[in-house]
Nanobody, 114 residues
């Protein structure tokens, strides 16, 4: 059974940092591209960053480049999203997904507020 469990969210002040984790199980993690998405209140889900099976990262959105970093540890079946210099507009529920598989975790809530 495919499972994706996101963690690491929380309340952080503007300018702060968080590291999100997504623990995957039930499939061969190492051969899948993994992607982080987010959904802000009242908005559609959007693409945040993706990483190939071989570890090549892409961060989407000019406002996120230079602040967000995606990485993975295939030995731990885990993908990470390091977020620095967080802004209020980064407030959202963050989800991870394996490309080509229609499974979603419950997400982890990130709230950026003073």
């Amino acid at each position: 059974q495919v499972q994706l469990v996101e963690s690491g969210g929380g309340l952080v002040q503007p300018g702060g940092s968080l590291r999100l984790s997504c623990a995957a199980s039930g499939f061969t993690f190492s051969i899948y591209r993994m992607t982080w998405y987010r959904q802000a209140p009242g908005k559609e889900r959007e693409l945040v960053a993706t990483i190939s099976s071989g570890g090549v990262p892409i961060v989407y959105g000019d406002s996120r480049k230079g602040r967000f970093t995606i990485s993975r540890d295939n030995a731990k079946n885990t993908v990470y999203l390091q977020m620095n210099n967080l802004k209020p507009e980064d407030t959202a529920v963050y989800y991870c997904k394996a490309d080509g598989m229609d499974y979603w975790g419950k997400g982890t809530l990130v709230t950026v507020s003073s």
